[in-house]
């Protein structure tokens, strides 16, 4: 299986605009942080986590051409404002792109985009809207989509959960403040894990800044840790000379192989 890093910003990206911080204004591309999202890759499948808003941007960066399912972590508008970009997967496929939703989270991702799922609305004959057939999970269901395993773990953030996951060797924590015991006995031991740091001190009501995401991950064990959801106040080189050694930050485009023979427990 293979983890691809599609974007590793916070809601407002690197470079902010307008901003003249040193990180926005950095020549290194790893500086470079569109919204959160990943993409996983087995036997020629892909399963997207989240639409960020820079979805086609990052598809066509990464050489994706077609998606077989979506996992959305939560319906912040970074992570979900990107959903039109679908559009051209199901045109092209004839057929609705399966995409799972927390329960708790589907009314409202439902009424944001009433014009996809709700049929009362009248679409304009002369536009398309992206076919997405919703599925809806709990904490703890065992799904099976598109070929990938996955165990759906909730996240504490700030007023709602945000959902993450562990599919084989990997753990994935997106918008997280706190691992509950139940998330951390399921991702124990996973060799790569993902998990989201705004920056040094701090502390923010509903994110972990990097200490927080540190000792995080220090009690799931991963035997590597991949930091994202940066923000501009941290510069790659700088953030990764802090690191422990099994600790990274992660970027745009970076692509991690992970075992796919470990069993989710
Ligand atoms: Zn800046
Ligand atoms: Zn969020
Ligand atoms: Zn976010």
């Known amino acids: 299986m293979r983890l691809r890093f599609l974007g590793t910003g916070t809601s407002f990206g690197v470079p902010v605009v307008g901003c003249n911080c040193p990180v926005c204004q950095s020549g290194d591309r790893r500086n470079r942080r569109s919204r959160h999202g990943l993409a996983l890759e087995k036997d020629g499948r892909v399963l997207l986590v989240d639409t960020p808003t820079e979805l086609r941007l990052q598809l066509l960066e990464a050489g994706i051409d077609h998606v077989d399912a979506v996992f959305i972590t939560h319906p912040h508008a970074d992570h979900v404002h990107g959903i039109d970009d679908l559009r051209v997967f199901s045109l092209?496929?004839?057929?609705?792109?399966?995409?799972?939703?927390?329960?708790?989270?589907?009314?409202?991702?439902?009424?944001?985009?009433?014009?996809?799922?709700?049929?009362?609305?009248?679409?304009?004959?002369?536009?398309a809207t992206p076919e997405i057939d919703l599925r809806t999970f709990e904490a703890g269901d065992d799904l099976e989509i598109a070929g990938f395993r996955v165990r759906a773990l909730a996240f504490p953030h700030g007023r709602v959960r945000s959902f993450g996951f562990r599919s084989g060797g990997l753990g994935v924590i997106v918008d997280a403040k706190?691992?509950?015991?139940?998330?951390?006995?399921?991702?124990?031991?996973?060799?790569?894990?993902?998990?989201?740091?705004?920056?040094?001190?701090?502390?923010?009501?509903?994110?972990?800044?990097?200490?927080?995401?540190?000792?995080?991950?220090?009690?799931?064990?991963?035997?590597?840790?991949?930091?994202?959801?940066?923000?501009?106040?941290?510069?790659?080189?700088?953030?990764?000379?802090?690191?422990?050694?099994?600790?990274?930050?992660?970027?745009?485009?970076?692509?991690?192989?992970?075992?796919?023979?470990?069993?989710?427990?």
């Open 178 to 265: 706190e691992i509950p015991e139940v998330a951390l006995a399921v991702l124990k031991g996973v060799d790569v894990l993902v998990i989201n740091a705004l920056w040094w001190g701090d502390p923010h009501p509903s994110h972990f800044n990097v200490e927080e995401a540190l000792a995080a991950a220090g009690r799931v064990g991963a035997k590597r840790t991949y930091l994202t959801h940066l923000t501009h106040r941290l510069d790659y080189s700088e953030l990764l000379a802090g690191l422990p050694d099994n600790v990274l930050p992660a970027f745009d485009g970076l692509v991690v192989e992970i075992d796919p023979a470990r069993v989710v427990r």
């Open 92 to 127: 092209r496929g004839k057929r609705a792109v399966p995409m799972l939703v927390a329960r708790e989270h589907a009314d409202e991702f439902r009424a944001r985009f009433a014009y996809i799922f709700d049929d009362s609305v009248e679409p304009d004959p002369a536009t």
